[in-house]
């Protein structure tokens, strides 16, 4: 995530996110702003067909090496089951790290991937300043790397994201057609991590926007149980604040942590929550009786560590790859959810085909997925 603030800020920020699962997050975003919105181009997927996979690839030899910042939490689960699960129909080994986040832990794992001399390396989520001399690294000696939400540093890397400022659009959509544009709204953010930032570059577009949503609060904690953290936070800023009608949390925890606020205070039929991000367990949540969670905007997580491992062995192959790779998000309304009887992210997937893109990164020698 790259840190907007000065460096005793990112300190504070470094400690507080041990053992945190930021869905979609991280430290350390792009230097000069936010990655493209745009959709990956027709060049992200594969060159034509071949027959078989290329020698190594059929051998088992290619080792890709999947450095995380963090592991634990739902979203990174299943971030983590795509990628394994895309690996070996790629025909691929991924030898997996995580930090538990710890950034110089993170640092340690990429320097060991390199001198171990894989052929290609994934870094999921990291802070800038720690990973990027291991990165240089690795680029001085000829491994292809992609980088999911965080900053490599360099234009030789594949940089994959999701598309953040159309995840906090999409949501935002559907808070002012709820709110016919005004009302007071409390806002969940904590400013250095990538994906927040960009999605806070919308909210303060759409305020703008719409001069009739007034923010009267900005709360916001990330630790190693940020949704109670942010419960706690919400229910002093609404008994602070009794004419609010929404809560913008544009990360899942945050979301979480605003449900919660709002039913321990028995405000569900007038305060309702507007996310990002999803999960089994985020499902769970919004479809349960009176939730007032009734909006987000997420990528498939599985579905974006599978693209990770793509677009890594289309590197170790040689074929060309777009230098940033963006997997389009989709809105996910509660009707929708309870009318579908969606209960998990298998069906939701099954319900909105979008939130997978086999063409992106495509691998022409493995069964698509």
């Given at each position: 995530?790259?840190?907007?603030?000065?460096?005793?800020?990112l300190g504070v920020l470094v400690g507080l996110i041990a053992a945190v699962g930021l869905a979609g997050c991280s430290q350390g975003a792009p230097a000069g702003g936010a990655a493209s919105s745009a959709?990956?181009?027709a060049a992200s997927a594969a060159p034509s067909p071949t027959?078989?996979?290329?020698?190594?690839?059929?051998?088992?030899?290619?080792?890709?090496?999947?450095v995380r910042q963090l592991s634990s939490g739902d979203y990174f689960e299943q971030w983590l089951a795509g990628a394994e699960a895309e690996a070996k129909a790629i025909g691929v080994r991924l030898e997996v790290s995580s930090a538990d986040g710890n950034n110089d832990k993170q640092a340690l794992n990429l320097e060991q991937a390199v001198n171990t001399k894989v052929d290609a390396i994934i870094v999921d989520h990291g802070f800038a300043d720690t990973v990027q001399p291991a990165i240089k690294k690795a680029v001085e000696a000829g491994i292809p790397l992609v980088a999911f939400d965080v900053d490599p540093g360099?234009?030789?890397?594949?940089?994959?994201?999701?598309?953040?400022?159309?995840?906090?659009?999409?949501a935002l959509e559907v808070l002012k057609a709820d709110t016919g544009g005004t009302g007071e709204v409390i806002y969940v953010y904590v400013a250095g991590f990538a994906p927040l930032d960009r999605r806070n570059e919308v909210w303060e577009q759409f305020k703008k926007d719409n001069p009739g949503i007034k923010q009267v609060a900005q709360i916001g904690v990330v630790n190693s149980s940020t949704a109670s953290a942010v419960a706690d936070q919400a229910k002093a800023a609404l008994q602070a604040n009794p004419n609010v009608k929404a809560i913008f949390a544009p990360y899942d925890e945050f979301a979480k942590g605003a449900v919660l606020a709002v039913k321990e205070l028995g405000l569900q039929d007038r305060v309702k929550v507007y996310g990002a991000d999803i999960s089994t367990a985020d499902i769970a949540v919004m479809?349960?009786?009176?939730?007032?969670?009734?909006?987000?905007?997420?990528t498939d997580p599985?579905?974006?560590?599978?693209?990770?491992?793509?677009?890594a062995a289309l590197l170790v192959a040689g074929e060309p790859v777009d230098k940033t790779l963006n997997v389009p998000p989709a809105l996910i309304t509660q009707q929708r959810l309870r009318d579908g009887g969606i209960t998990n992210m298998e069906?939701?997937?099954?319900?909105?085909?979008?939130?997978?893109?086999?063409d992106v990164a495509r691998v022409p020698w493995a069964p698509a997925s």
């Amino acid at each position: 995530m790259t840190m907007r603030n000065t460096r005793s800020l990112l300190g504070v920020l470094v400690g507080l996110i041990a053992a945190v699962g930021l869905a979609g997050c991280s430290q350390g975003a792009p230097a000069g702003g936010a990655a493209s919105s745009a959709a990956p181009s027709a060049a992200s997927a594969a060159p034509s067909p071949t027959a078989s996979a290329p020698e190594r690839f059929a051998s088992g030899e290619v080792r890709i090496a999947l450095v995380r910042q963090l592991s634990s939490g739902d979203y990174f689960e299943q971030w983590l089951a795509g990628a394994e699960a895309e690996a070996k129909a790629i025909g691929v080994r991924l030898e997996v790290s995580s930090a538990d986040g710890n950034n110089d832990k993170q640092a340690l794992n990429l320097e060991q991937a390199v001198n171990t001399k894989v052929d290609a390396i994934i870094v999921d989520h990291g802070f800038a300043d720690t990973v990027q001399p291991a990165i240089k690294k690795a680029v001085e000696a000829g491994i292809p790397l992609v980088a999911f939400d965080v900053d490599p540093g360099t234009p030789e890397a594949v940089v994959l994201g999701q598309d953040d400022h159309r995840i906090a659009a999409k949501a935002l959509e559907v808070l002012k057609a709820d709110t016919g544009g005004t009302g007071e709204v409390i806002y969940v953010y904590v400013a250095g991590f990538a994906p927040l930032d960009r999605r806070n570059e919308v909210w303060e577009q759409f305020k703008k926007d719409n001069p009739g949503i007034k923010q009267v609060a900005q709360i916001g904690v990330v630790n190693s149980s940020t949704a109670s953290a942010v419960a706690d936070q919400a229910k002093a800023a609404l008994q602070a604040n009794p004419n609010v009608k929404a809560i913008f949390a544009p990360y899942d925890e945050f979301a979480k942590g605003a449900v919660l606020a709002v039913k321990e205070l028995g405000l569900q039929d007038r305060v309702k929550v507007y996310g990002a991000d999803i999960s089994t367990a985020d499902i769970a949540v919004m479809t349960e009786p009176n939730s007032p969670w009734v909006a987000t905007a997420a990528t498939d997580p599985s579905n974006v560590g599978r693209v990770a491992v793509r677009a890594a062995a289309l590197l170790v192959a040689g074929e060309p790859v777009d230098k940033t790779l963006n997997v389009p998000p989709a809105l996910i309304t509660q009707q929708r959810l309870r009318d579908g009887g969606i209960t998990n992210m298998e069906r939701l997937v099954a319900a909105i085909p979008e939130l997978t893109t086999p063409d992106v990164a495509r691998v022409p020698w493995a069964p698509a997925s």
